[in-house]
């Protein structure tokens, strides 16, 4: 198995268009990243793929999109405004500061190597603030949202009348967060600026625990499903002193990230806490009206809670393959055929206008269906490095020979096999490949 670190993965990322420094022709924005072209078609895929296993294949998840930006007391209801803080140290000697829960070592500064120099521990609040409309006061201030459940939670009563939904059932949501992280870092794997994939999943209390254990296990087969290397994940339950204000239990799916095991996603059970809150606090009764028992209760929430910026970045780490062809290193990025930001390449041998034509005009029709390159620079073998490097699950080359018998090479990433298909039957053989 090939060994991995953070800068192999951050210098490919950087190189080939995965992940660009936020504002870097400005010096760049520390804890912020932009999404190149090969990097945005991860992300997407990997949103895609979580959409189709939570939503699009269930016939009890719904969908929504609420704003980034909701009133203040959303997050004073959900005691975000209280608890979501980080313990925070200064070091006296060279003024950096420290998330003191993630410190190897409690008394010593991992930036200057002094030890006994930090602060006492002061609660830090995670939430951004801004000001909505023209003047800066308090009564304009608001949050940008640290997760996106709560627009779930609050969208609970619209959600389940106008879709007429019973329990259990679950409402989805994809969206940006923004935590103000102490200490961001370990290239995407903490930013200030990311994406969540959250699910609340609404059930009567006495289900709670079947549930939490259903999504544990359904969670943890999708990271499997899409390829990621069983031995790179693990399932960590919580101990009761590290569970959230408003969790029973939690668990997490971790990733052995090259710094070691680090949280996925969290999987957690949330009660009927933040239901429950936002009555309290809005004066809606936010309780579930059962027909069959003629009860009225707070349905548990089961939560499952992944990064879709996290996952996208351990995707690219578990997918890294260095191998050995012909005494030569050969870099293939093995990403599930779903996950491949490009699906096909389209190479002519040469920049000869004979091979571009046919190439251009198989690029239009496999564009159709999938996201295709088509690649006329430098040579081929080089040009088979960058694919492989960049995850294209196959090479279709277009040669001299393809004028005369109207057939091209397709090549695979992962087998480098070659095989010689006509022209006109490229869809239904890729199709039939594609996974
Ligand atoms: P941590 O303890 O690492 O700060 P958390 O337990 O607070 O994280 P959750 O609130 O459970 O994280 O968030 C759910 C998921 O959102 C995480 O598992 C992670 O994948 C993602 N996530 C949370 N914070 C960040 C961040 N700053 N950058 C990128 N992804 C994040």
């Known amino acids: 198995m090939t060994e991995v670190t953070l800068d192999t993965i951050s210098n490919l990322a950087k190189k080939r268009g995965f992940v660009f420094q936020s504002s870097e022709i400005y010096g760049g924005l520390r804890s912020a990243y932009d999404y190149g072209p090969l990097g945005v078609e991860l992300l997407r895929n990997v949103k895609a793929e979580w959409w189709r296993s939570m939503v699009q294949e269930r016939p009890d998840v719904v969908g929504l999109d609420s704003a980034v930006i909701q009133a203040r007391q959303v997050w004073q209801a959900s005691g975000h405004e209280e608890f979501f803080t980080d313990p925070m140290v200064e070091c006296r000697n060279c003024h ?3 998330r003191v829960d993630k410190l190897d070592d409690p008394d010593r500064c991992p930036t200057c190597g002094k030890t006994g120099e930090f602060t006492e521990p002061r609660q830090f609040n995670l939430m951004f603030r801004t000001h909505m409309g023209p003047v800066d006061s308090e009564e304009n201030m608001v949050y940008l949202r640290p997760e996106t459940a709560q627009g779930i939670f609050i969208n609970f009563e619209n959600v389940r009348r106008t879709n ?5 059932f679950g409402i989805a949501q994809i969206g940006k967060s923004f935590r103000n992280e102490i200490t961001p870092g370990q290239f995407v794997f903490r930013t200030r600026e990311f994406e969540q994939m959250e699910m609340e999943f609404f059930c009567r209390p006495g289900e709670a625990d079947e549930w939490f254990q259903y999504w544990l296990d359904k969670r943890f087969q999708w990271y499997v499903d899409l390829g990621m290397r069983p031995e790179n994940l693990r399932l960590r339950h919580h101990d009761k002193d590290e569970l959230s204000h408003y969790s029973t239990s939690t668990a997490d799916v971790e990733y052995r990230f090259p710094w070691g095991w680090d949280e996925l ?4 059970n949330r009660t009927d806490f933040d239901l429950k809150k936002h009555s309290e606090h809005s004066g809606e009764d936010l309780r579930y009206f059962d027909q069959e028992s003629n009860e009225r209760f707070f349905p548990y929430v089961i939560e499952p809670a992944a990064g879709a910026t996290r996952t996208t970045f351990a995707f690219l780490i578990d997918g ?13 990025m093995k990403l599930h055929h779903r996950l491949a930001p490009y699906k096909i390449a389209v190479l002519p041998l040469s920049k000869k206008p004979e091979l571009i034509e046919p190439a251009e005009r198989v690029a239009a029709e496999l564009r159709k269906r999938w996201i295709v390159e088509l690649d006329v620079t430098q040579s081929i073998g080089r040009r088979y490095r960058r694919q492989d490097e960049i995850g294209t699950p196959f090479c279709v080359t277009i040669d001299f020979d393809s004028l005369e018998d109207q057939a091209a090479t397709v090549r695979d990433r992962d087998t480098m096999d ?3 298909v006509s022209m006109d039957g490229l869809t239904t053989y890729l199709a039939g490949k594609l996974v």
């Open 96 to 98: 950096s500061r420290h």
């Open 265 to 268: 996603e969290g999987i957690a």
């Open 164 to 168: 007429r939904l019973k329990l259990p």
């Open 320 to 332: 890294y393959t260095e191998e050995t062809v012909n005494d030569e290193t050969r870099v293939v």
């Open 418 to 420: 070659q095989e010689r």
